[in-house]
């Protein structure tokens, strides 16, 4: 049944349980909007009247816009899931609180307007955000393959709903049916939650990144003046505004005409519930079985008409006989269209928009022209009822004439939609991640068989990624011919979009390209031959192949195949052809290209049996081998090879993809890590590594981990650490970072730069002197030269610690920029930074942090402290501060300083530094203790 199932919706491995969670969230969503709409509806007829339902509208279009202004800005600092959640949670309590004032019978007028605007509110926020997790649960090509099961589930929640309405309403009465909503909406709570910690964290963390690197290349002009110089966009939004507002109106006739007819509040409710649940069979119906169809019959701007012309069979039969069943045929023609043939038609309009205008124009049309819509309605309706006092048949007159003028926005999108794909078609500026591209459109197929016959190399790969998972016959003349094109992308492209035409026969083609040069093209068309004959036997033939790039093609080929299918890898042959293959090649097992490609092969393959072959490529001398095997091994993602990679971060020619293998296993390798991290007699070079893989990684315990070691005395690791929370923070800003633990590394390092700096000017007025008088020993002179330059290097790179640190909880360009201005040689670019930061600092931070920066007071008030204790001792209470910190070269300097000077007075300090692990600390202190015993 299962297999049945998957077959049917074409849903793939690992794919099942995602479908069926977010399958159920819809569903459950729109069951709860369509019980406590009806309830809302009856409510407000019964108890305020038909006549004020054009002052909902109204509210509802002014809160809407209110609303949506503020959760965008919240969208903007607070996480998807969170916003997900206390939608949900603060939505019960609002149900609690409506519930409980109708359980006391509360008759106020407010109460029943704030119930409809908030289920109008509610009703946009939830599915809004069910769509946004859902792109971050499934890919762009998982979404084109499983949107459309995953709505059917809204459709599904519909029915539900509204029958559940129906027959719940006599029985318990409208104003229990919300008890059933806070249960169905606290069930979506758990599962919105659970999908989140399944998959849609580490999505939506990549997709962030995403759109950070494209906002980065996007110019900052005015975001809406792009939008408004494209006619496409003008009619679109003109498009759907005269829809909202004609829709308003026919709700308003569809209400009058309930109300006025059915008096009884639970018999309104379970109408409504009722014909809400029918509306949904049939969007559901033509959904599923004309959508398609029609749209691919009659292009996309034609099935624009169905629409209106249902409504306007429904506004003709009111304005003759205003009875139930006139209402319910425009409710119905409205009901029905809208969510289907409409909707889809509407969605592929916007495909040839360029991507900043769709981005923009959506929000701008979901926002504003709704709003805007649903309001003007609002108002005009308040004009035709109690100003010019027209019943529901005369206000289908100004129906009539809106669909009029709905039928030349239609004709004019039509136009402006062509010229638009043509041009999109040109500049290749159309999404491939869009969910469809309406092939069977005439003028879309001319355009996209004329750019297959006459475009560049560019044009032509834009339209096979635009067709990749289109079956559509009238292309395979097109394909077979650029089978032979003088492009290798070309050909690589249509070796795989061929694979959808399984009942053409390709192979005499694709035989030719196995003796191509590229490679990639052999594998390509090997795995084409494979599909056409799926038996593993048949690549044992490919070895008798004179060509070892045609063996080793079948080799990558059986590879490719033990990974992705399963019923390969049942049959256990992958071994045995590799086996075939290294007895076929046995003189090439010296060549260090050869030896590549095995290891590349064994990754790909992640076959075990295999995997000690791996561990000897692993310890291969040279670079390209050990470069694959590495790669290879982090593919594998098993446990074995951890502490060989962890080994070769101390390589210096491969450890840049000894990082990357071991990211790539995730969150399951942080404990080995941090145990790497923790060890202080490991390797110090493999120890600064750990951070930068952690920083890979990208996760929460990714975060919490660096920050637990964020006190290392090891300043080369610190500073590791330091940077790796940097670029977690710029590349997963889903990520929280604790600011109070930041702020107390934070006072450390500025007490420490304080401290720093304050020796640097005792130890410039001392070689002042020298100088100045041409006294002192020459070796103290040059011990002293060279523990200036060491504090001199250790506050610059105090302040970069800082910097970075200030990164972590503001924001990140800022600091940097910052960062720059302060080191800058222009005086005047850094007053400008000392002053930002006094704007943009916490009050407890800035006091630390602007005399550091601003170093002219600062230097004063070291200078007279230096007066006031200008003997020998002071200096001496520095040198211990120093001998007692982390920082090892400081030490050293400060040691053989106290060596060459011949002073005995911290010798206990001195003596213990024989045992220090650092070995030049060491070192320096037993010359020290040797020369002061002398």
């Known amino acids: 049944m299962k297999n049945l199932f998957r077959e049917l919706f074409d849903i793939r491995e690992g794919e099942d349980r995602r479908a069926a969670l977010m399958f159920s969230y ?91 605007v908030w289920v109008a509110i509610f009703g946009v926020i939830t599915t809004s955000q069910f769509w946004l997790l859902a792109n971050y649960v499934f890919n762009a090509r998982e979404a084109k ?15 539900f709903g509204g029958y559940l309405t129906k027959f719940l309403a006599p029985v318990v009465g409208t104003h229990n049916l919300i008890l059933f909503c806070i249960l169905f909406l606290s069930l979506c709570a758990l599962i919105a939650a659970h999908i989140w910690q399944l998959c849609g964290k580490q999505n939506y963390s990549e997709r962030i990144r995403q759109q950070l690197r494209l906002s980065r290349k996007v110019r900052e002009d005015n975001p809406y003046k792009r939008l408004f110089q494209s006619k496409h966009f003008l009619f679109l939004a003109a498009l759907v505004g005269t829809g909202v507002l004609v ?53 996309i701007t034609t099935s624009l008409f ?8 429904g506004a003709i039969a009111i304005l003759f006989q ?11 023609s409205d009901g029905s269209f809208k969510q289907s043939i409409n909707k889809a038609a509407l969605e592929l309009l916007v495909v040839p928009l360029p991507p900043d205008i769709k981005n923009q124009g959506k929000t701008f049309i979901d926002v504003f022209v709704d709003s805007l819509a649903t309001g003007l309605g609002g108002v005009l309706l308040l004009i035709f009822t109690i100003t010019l006092g027209l019943s529901v048949q005369q206000i289908s007159l100004f129906v009539i004439a809106m669909i ?19 041009l999109a078609l040109e500049k290749r500026s159309i999404d491939l991640d869009e969910q469809t591209i309406n092939i069977k459109d005439a ?37 077979r011919k650029l089978l032979s094109h003088p492009s290798d992308e070309i050909k690589l492209q249509v070796l795989q979009l061929i694979k959808n035409y399984s009942s053409e026969d390709f192979s005499p083609s694709v035989k030719k390209l196995l003796f191509h040069n590229n490679f990639d093209i052999q594998v390509a068309a090997m795995r084409y031959l494979y599909h056409q004959q799926p038996d593993p036997e048949s690549l044992k033939t490919y070895f008798e192949y004179k060509e070892i790039s045609i063996r080793t093609a079948a080799l990558m080929c059986a590879a490719m195949e033990n990974r992705d299918d399963k019923e390969f890898r049942k049959t256990g042959k992958f071994k045995e052809i590799f086996d075939a293959y290294i007895e076929t090649d046995s003189n090439s097992i010296n060549e260090p290209r050869f030896r590549a490609r095995v290891a590349q092969v064994i990754g790909i393959a992640r076959d075990e049996e295999l995997y000690p072959f791996l561990r000897n490529l692993l310890r291969d001398q040279n670079t390209t081998v050990l470069r694959a095997a590495i790669i290879a091994a982090g593919q594998t993602r098993n446990p074995v090879f951890i502490k060989l990679l962890i080994n070769h971060l101390n390589t210096k020619r491969v450890r840049r993809y000894a990082r990357h293998a071991l990211a790539a296993y995730g969150e399951t390798i942080i404990d080995q890590l941090e145990n790497c991290l923790k060890e202080s007699d490991k390797d110090p070079r493999i120890r600064q590594e750990i951070p930068k893989v952690l920083a890979l990684i990208g996760t929460q315990t990714s975060v919490n981990t660096l920050f637990t070691y964020l006190d290392l005395n090891d300043l080369r690791i610190r500073y590791e650490i330091i940077r790796a929370l940097n670029r977690l923070r710029i590349n997963f800003p889903i990520l929280r970072f604790d600011a109070s633990r930041v702020k107390k590394r934070i006072l450390l390092e500025t007490d420490r730069y304080l401290n720093t700096l304050t020796l640097l000017r005792l130890q410039d007025r001392i070689i002042g002197t020298y100088e100045n008088r041409d006294i002192g020993d020459k070796n103290v002179r040059q011990a002293r030269y060279l523990l200036n330059r060491a504090l001199e290097e250790r506050l610059e790179d105090n302040l970069e610690r800082i910097f970075r ?110 045992f220090d692990p650092d070995p030049i600390v060491q070192e320096t202190a037993r010359f020290a203790v040797n020369k002061i015993k002398k």
């Open 443 to 479: 003028s879309v197929y001319n355009s996209l068989v004329k750019l297959l016959e006459t475009g560049n190399e560019r044009k032509i790969l834009y339209v096979l990624q635009l067709i990749e998972n289109i079956q559509y016959d009238k292309f395979i003349p097109y394909l």
């Open 805 to 914: 640190l200030l990164a972590l909880v503001y924001p990140a360009k800022d600091m940097h920029n910052a960062y720059q201005a302060i080191i800058s040689s222009q005086s005047h670019i850094g007053a400008n930074a000392i002053e930002f930061l006094e704007n943009i600092l916490d009050p407890d931070l800035k006091k630390h942090i602007i005399p550091i920066v601003d170093r002219f007071p600062t230097l004063e008030k070291i200078d007279e402290k230096i007066n006031r204790n200008l003997h020998q001792s002071f200096e001496f209470e520095a040198f211990k501060r120093i001998l007692q910190s982390d920082d090892n070269w400081l030490k050293a300097c400060v040691l053989y300083l106290m060596a060459e000077s011949l002073t005995s007075e911290p010798e206990w300090i001195i003596r213990e530094l024989t």
């Open 322 to 332: 205003p009875a139930l069943w006139s209402a319910i045929l425009v409710k119905v």
């Open 26 to 116: 819809i569903f459950l969503v729109i069951c709860s909007l369509l019980i406590v709409k009806p309830v809302r509806n009856s409510l407000f007829l019964t108890h305020i009247g038909i006549e004020q339902l054009p002052v909902a509208f109204i509210l509802v279009a002014i809160v809407a816009a209110l609303v949506s202004n503020i959760y965008s800005r919240l969208s903007k600092s607070i996480r998807l899931d969170q916003l997900i959640i206390s939608t949900f949670f603060a939505s019960i309590v609002l149900l609690f609180f409506f519930r409980y004032f109708l359980y006391l019978k509360y008759q106020q007028d407010w109460f029943y307007y704030a119930l409809y």
């Open 247 to 299: 829709a308003n109106i026919v709700d308003f006739q569809f209400s009058a005409v309930a109300s006025n007819i059915i008096k009884d509040e639970d018999k309104l409710t379970a109408f409504f519930g009722f014909w809400l649940s029918n509306l949904s069979i049939l969007s559901l119906f033509i959904q599923l079985f004309l959508t398609a169809r029609i749209l691919s019959r009659f292009g």
């Open 404 to 422: 009029v003028f709905w039928f030349y926005l239609i004709v004019r999108v039509k136009k402006e939609y062509i010229n638009s794909f043509r």
């Open 145 to 159: 393959r499983l949107f459309g099961l995953i709505g059917a589930g809204g459709i599904s929640g519909g029915i």
């Open 306 to 313: 169905f629409l209106p012309v249902g409504i306007l069979a």
